[in-house]
């Protein structure tokens, strides 16, 4: 039987211990510290898209093309899968390799660049970990298929030993990649955004790789854990577990089928706040939301949370937003629910007015100083 969460002081993202606000003010500071080194390019002929700063990839203009850097890490989702595989006895450990590799991808793509390489990063607390040959197995092989599924190779990594850093039973995932953006008209960093741009929601796979620390404070509290039952009859833990969608066929595909693409946004960290993510003051005005899986209601349900802190830290069924001219829209839509069968939600309008975002049915407005991460 599930927990009465409503019944007591709602569990928020902060009081598990994440909070935005304390680490945006640090991210601020490493973003000035980091443009002051971007002269060192210039050894090598070539040059920093500066407008590149505070977006979720790195991009810097090499010979006629662009490139992108990210870096991204999975968080704490491979803690839920070590708990599930005492239920049900698979490790799990394939699908959060997705997840950790689409975290890194989907963060790359949004700038307009196709990934080339993928890096893994793999550190542990103790190098027995790896001696769990079936876990290992589903790691590795999860890994390879999510960077095909991404069109991308696999360079190669780091798995570091961090003794004394990293707890001895558990791994830290995370990685890099690189990718081109080619031809350059490609490039997509907020300046193509005008007043009248649609809004296109992408369908989320559920709760993705975000905000799985309040998720897993809440299964220590259920009676029955990761093993409770949600209202579709799936275990929370294996809702929970779900992979993440990997965005890359998708956007090219629209843009091989000359979609004017303004802007993208993974809705990740900080949920729908992501979608003022340009640094524009435009006002981005929902009129349509998804209806949101059941793994969020729970999580609401049992956390306490109203629907501000649900959609300021959560996809809310909306994994990816594409910014595009109201000409482009039914062709886009068309496009991804007949190539990709993916649920797309022409969902809001750009317009002129301060920076926020306004989500009508749910009479929310988040003011641009709840995404201050520039």
Same mark, same amino acid.
């Given at each position: ?30 973003? /000035? ?11 090598? !002929?070539?040059?920093?898209?500066? #407008? =590149? ?5 790195? +991009? ?7 490139? #992108? ?42 700038? !307009?660049? @196709? ?9 542990? !607390? ?52 690189? !990718? ?21 929601? %992408?369908? =989320? ?12 404070? %809440? ?19 294996? *809702? /929970? ?36 993510? *340009? #640094? ?41 937003? %594409? ?12 496009? +991804?629910? @007949? ?36």
């Amino acid at each position: 039987m599930a927990g009465k969460g409503s019944e007591q002081e709602p569990q928020t993202y902060a009081s598990t211990g994440v909070n935005y606000e304390a680490m945006d003010p640090f991210k601020r500071l490493a973003q /000035l510290k980091a443009r002051e080194t971007s002269s060192n390019l210039r050894r090598f !002929g070539m040059f920093e898209i500066e #407008a =590149s700063r505070g977006e979720s990839a790195y +991009v810097w203009r090499e010979g006629d093309s662009y490139r #992108a850097f990210v870096i991204e890490g999975l968080g704490t989702k491979n803690l839920v899968a070590d708990e599930m595989r005492k239920i049900t006895g698979k490790t799990y450990y394939d699908q959060i390799a997705q997840d950790t590799v689409a975290m890194i991808v989907n963060d790359l793509i949004v700038v !307009g660049a @196709d990934p080339q390489v993928v890096n893994a990063y793999f550190a542990v !607390g103790d190098s027995d970990w790896f001696s769990d040959e079936e876990r290992s197995k589903d790691l590795v092989e999860g890994w390879q298929r999510a960077c095909n599924l991404a069109g991308a190779v696999w360079g190669g990594g780091e798995t570091p030993t961090l003794k004394g850093i990293i707890s001895p039973d558990t791994i830290d995932l995370s990685g890099s990649a690189i !990718g081109l953006i080619e031809p350059k008209e490609r490039l997509t960093l907020g300046e193509k955004i005008v007043p009248g741009d649609a809004i296109l929601l %992408i369908e =989320s796979s559920g709760i993705h790789a975000n905000g799985l620390t309040l998720a897993r404070t %809440i299964a220590e509290k259920l009676p029955d854990g990761y093993a409770t039952e949600l209202s579709d009859g799936i275990m929370y833990g294996e *809702a /929970l577990l779900t992979p993440t969608h990997i965005y890359r066929k998708l956007i090219s595909y629209l843009f091989h089928e000359k979609i004017d693409i303004h802007y993208m946004v993974n809705i990740t960290g900080h949920g729908w706040r992501k979608l003022m993510r *340009a #640094a524009r003051d435009f006002a981005y005005v929902i009129n349509r939301v998804p209806t949101p899986q059941p793994i969020f209601e729970f999580i609401q349900q049992q956390s306490g949370n109203d629907d501000s802190e649900m959609y300021g830290n959560f996809n809310m069924g909306a994994g990816f937003a %594409i910014f595009l001219p109201q000409k482009d829209v039914d062709t886009a839509i068309e496009i +991804v629910r @007949d190539n990709h069968f993916m649920d797309t939600l022409n969902a809001g309008v750009v317009q002129e007015g301060p920076r926020q975002v306004i989500i009508q049915p749910k009479n929310l407005v988040f003011s641009g100083e709840t995404l201050d991460v520039r």
